[in-house]
């Protein structure tokens, strides 16, 4: 199995910038799509970005332009640059990972969530 571990959310006044980080351990994520997601309370889980095995990447329309979502298969790791930093971007922001290559089997993991409020 593979542990999905974020980090590097916080409180940052509007128009700010932060960087998520997703460390992966007991997997590769070279075979994994990876994506970003994030949930306020009351609303489903909603996709922010994703980037595939190949490093082909896409954005919800709310983020487009202001993250930017890339991966590190040297250091497992994915990485969410987050800047200009909107009162609405305000949630808890969870990273995923899911099989990019199927005939090695279909799995899917999720990490425990990292929480970001921007604030003035």
């Known amino acids: 199995q593979v542990q999905l571990v974020e980090s590097g959310g916080g409180l940052v006044q509007p128009g700010g910038s932060l960087r998520l980080s997703c460390a992966a351990s007991?997997?590769?994520?070279?075979?994994?799509?990876m994506g970003w997601y994030h949930q306020v309370p009351g609303k489903q889980r909603e996709l922010v970005a994703r980037?595939?095995?190949?490093?082909?990447?896409n954005y919800a329309d709310s983020v487009k332009g202001r993250f930017t979502l890339s991966r590190d298969n040297a250091k497992n790791t994915v990485y969410l640059q987050m800047n200009n930093l909107k009162l609405e971007d305000t949630a808890v922001y969870y990273c995923?990972?899911?099989?990019?290559?199927?005939?090695?089997?279909?799995?899917?993991?999720w990490g425990k969530g990292t929480q970001v409020t921007v604030s003035s």
């Open positions: 007991g997997g590769k994520i070279s075979i994994y799509n």
């Open positions: 995923n990972a899911k099989s990019a290559y199927t005939w090695l089997g279909e799995y899917e993991y």
């Open positions: 980037i595939t095995s190949g490093g082909s990447t």
